[in-house]
């Protein structure tokens, strides 16, 4: 980032607070909180959200105002899914890794606790905190349409940087569940802005990438629990694996290292045995991942030609999918669904390679 991101002692909402001055501290727009809370108190004390230890990840022609922060945790399904978009379309950005178990990182938001987050910082010296993987994922991708329309809108239009306006287009409701318990939901965290705009696509494209997006987040990502965690032995190896891949020997203590990769695999174990029963996922769990995966594959064969959701190239379904499939590359059941689909070498290696290219 240009400059120190610094998180003021106030309450903000969704809403921008007037006027800029490099003596005053800067606007902090909060948004998707709780899943799409867009109001929450800042969490008090000058706390500097990018204090931690980050890596840059640069991109060759990128050609954005907007500079970007994503704390994230590497090896899981969101944050994935966010590192997936961000790097398919060609945006830099910095990354902190978040402590899974303590999230030290996280400290200096103290409403929401969850990645990935996305602190995006405009020209103008907003600074913008998107919470939610779809809500991000619409923000972006809404962004990047913005961005190429940006000519054919209104002059009044073009002085306003797009991402505050598109970070005020999803709202939540909050509502009571039938026991009784209050939740919050973003209605539209699928939903793109600037769709006017999309050029060559039809209503029924748009709808039919909604309808795949939710399906990985309220289907598909839910047979990942039950394998990975299928035994204490296989919860430690893909420990182990988040281990490596996520950096942690190079970005926490060594205490925090062994406590994540011990305490969380047992923890994880017993929840993926709740997890199994409520999302209604075979004794099997394999199997489970197997026909989930099979149902993608076929799904994709009926809708067209191509060898994507999206046709001859990737659309936001196929890369919402790809991250829930990436976050477990290095554990046995990815293994163990090479064997059993074609999902892996007649699909995911191929985006794999477009994301490498």
């Keep these: 980032m240009r400059q120190l991101l610094r998180l003021v002692r106030s309450v903000h909402t969704a809403t921008l607070v007037s006027g800029r001055n490099s ?37 060759a022609n990128t050609d954005f105002e907007n500079s970007f922060l994503l704390n994230q945790m590497p090896p899981f399904k969101p944050s994935r899914e966010v590192r997936a978009v961000l790097d398919y379309f060609s945006i830099s950005y910095n990354v902190v890794e978040v402590n899974p178990v303590l999230k030290t990182q996280l400290k200096w938001s103290e409403k929401y606790r969850k990645v990935p987050i996305l602190i995006a910082e405009t020209p103008e010296g907003d600074i913008i905190q998107l919470n939610d993987s779809s809500v991000i994922v619409s923000a972006l991708f809404s962004f990047l349409i ?64 909604r309808k795949w997006r939710n399906w990985a987040d309220s289907v598909y990502v839910h047979t990942l629990s039950p394998n990975i965690y299928r035994t204490i032995s296989e919860a430690v190896d893909s420990f182990q694996y988040f281990d490596k891949v996520g950096e942690w020997e190079r ?4 205490w925090e290292r ?17 997890l199994q029963k ?78 490498t290219h």
């Design 23 to 59: 003596q005053k501290p800067k606007n902090i727009l909060l948004y998707g909180i709780g899943g799409g809370i867009a109001v929450g108190t800042v969490y008090g004390g000058y706390v500097a959200y990018d204090q931690w230890k980050k890596r840059q990840i640069t991109i």
């Design 146 to 209: 913005s961005q190429k329309t940006a000519e054919s809108r209104p002059v009044d239009d073009r002085r306003h940087n797009p991402m505050v306006h598109i970070a005020n287009c999803y709202p939540s409701i909050k509502y009571t569940d039938e026991k009784g318990v209050e939740q919050t939901q973003i209605m539209n965290k699928y939903f793109l802005m600037y769709e006017e705009d999309m050029q060559g696509r039809s209503k029924e494209d748009i709808l039919e990438e």
């Design 251 to 254: 970005n926490f203590t060594a």
């Design 258 to 274: 062994y406590m994540v990769i011990y305490v969380g695999a047992l923890a994880m174990w017993l929840i993926a045995k709740r």
């Design 278 to 355: 409520r999302h209604n996922i075979k004794n099997d769990a394999r199997r489970s991942l197997y026909e989930e995966s099979d149902h993608w594959m076929s799904s994709i064969k009926k809708q067209n030609n191509g060898q994507f959701m999206g046709g001859e190239k990737p659309n936001l379904a196929d890369l919402a999918v790809y991250g829930v499939l990436s976050s477990i590359e290095g554990c046995q059941a990815f293994q163990d669904l090479d064997e059993n689909s074609k999902i892996i070498k007649d699909w995911y290696r191929k985006i794999q390679q477009d994301l």
